[in-house]
């Protein structure tokens, strides 16, 4: 979410929830393809070996890094880890003031955010040992015309080099000041400095749900797993090989499940914002929440005084696990970690896997908007570590 318009992600967000209702899904968890095992694309019988689960609990986390100046000064959206090659990507609305050589004028936050135009930065991590732990430099960046809004980000080695999953073809919602992508792509990260355009033919394009919109995805790096959240007849989450998606063949889902509706005490923490998911085996994680003092109607109804739902130090923040094989919510938990920023926005999960050594031994990595004002805007990242044996 931009400082702009701080409502959009929490107004499409609550409509999927509400769509999920209509379609006769209960209020605190999500139903399978099938009841027992369950049945595919393809009919086939869907189901993701036993996984280590990522305890979500605890008012707190650690600080992988706490309040990194970033390219542009804009909220981050989402963020992923290349695991192998140690590099991190966040990814950005591009915000006002920039003109690139084709453009006639300096173009405008709010016409940047309308068309889906993202700045995506490359972080390189230190080395994980005590000294190094935490550490990042921005090496490079990027930026792309036309993709969406970045609620998701795939990250996938390849070498020495990584490439990316987003959003494209943003379709502009005039009425709330921004857009989504239709559909997914993949391209190799370039930091040449001149903007990939949706329209160039580098990039891999795919409609993994035929009829699906606003795509985003995210990658399992455990599993080496696409994860594509979409939205047709609610919003909805299919699980494909890696390898599989890259070669186009979306007809054998490994999973798939309806977004499960969180519940949250309402009246303390209102209806948070969906801000971002993460895959690792067999459980999805979600992240809710909102700024620090952001407000909105009470129960729904505009005719009474706003409340704040997102109180300074406290926050709504929300981690929840879902079961991939079932669709139903594990634990919703109240997350306080980075209550100490002066302003914290929750935006986006990744996993890392912090010694390539260890691949069995991973984190989930929260991001958080951080920096005291817009234009001006820093990125924190906590993590959790906790890990449940199957």
Known sequence: MNDSQLGRRGFLSLGGVAALSVAGIGATAGTASATGPRAGATGATLALPPSKLIRVEGNTGPAYFR??????????????????NRRLYFAQLIGGGLQFPDELETVTAATRDLHGDLAITEWTLGPDTPEGAGSASLTGSMYLRGFGHGVGI???????????????????????????????????????????????????????????????????????????????????????????????????????????????DRDLYGKPSFQGYAVAGQYLYMLHGNSYGYTQDHDGDPSTPKIVISPPGVGNTHLTSVDLNTGQIITTFHSKAGHTLPFREPEGLAVQIPKASEPGVFRLCMGFASGDTPGGRTASVYYKDSLIQP
């Open 154 to 264: 795939g990250v996938e080695p390849s070498g020495s080099g990584t490439y990316l999953w987003t959003e494209v073809d943003a379709v502009q919602d005039t009425q709330e000041g921004t857009s989504r992508g239709r559909r997914l792509c993949r391209f190799k990260f370039s930091s040449s400095g001149k903007p990939l355009d949706a329209t160039s033919a580098s990039l891999q394009k795919f409609t993994p749900v035929p009829g699906s919109v606003n795509n985003t995805a995210g990658v399992d790096p455990l599993n080496n797993r696409l994860v594509v959240r979409y939205s047709l007849n609610g919003t909805r989450y299919r699980i494909f090989d890696l390898a599989a998606a890259r070669a186009g063949d979306f007809g054998s889902p490994l999973a798939e499940i309806a977004e499960p509706a969180v519940q949250i």
């Open 67 to 84: 309040e990194k100046a970033v390219q542009r000064g804009t909220v981050i959206q989402s963020l992923g880890f290349d695991n192998v």
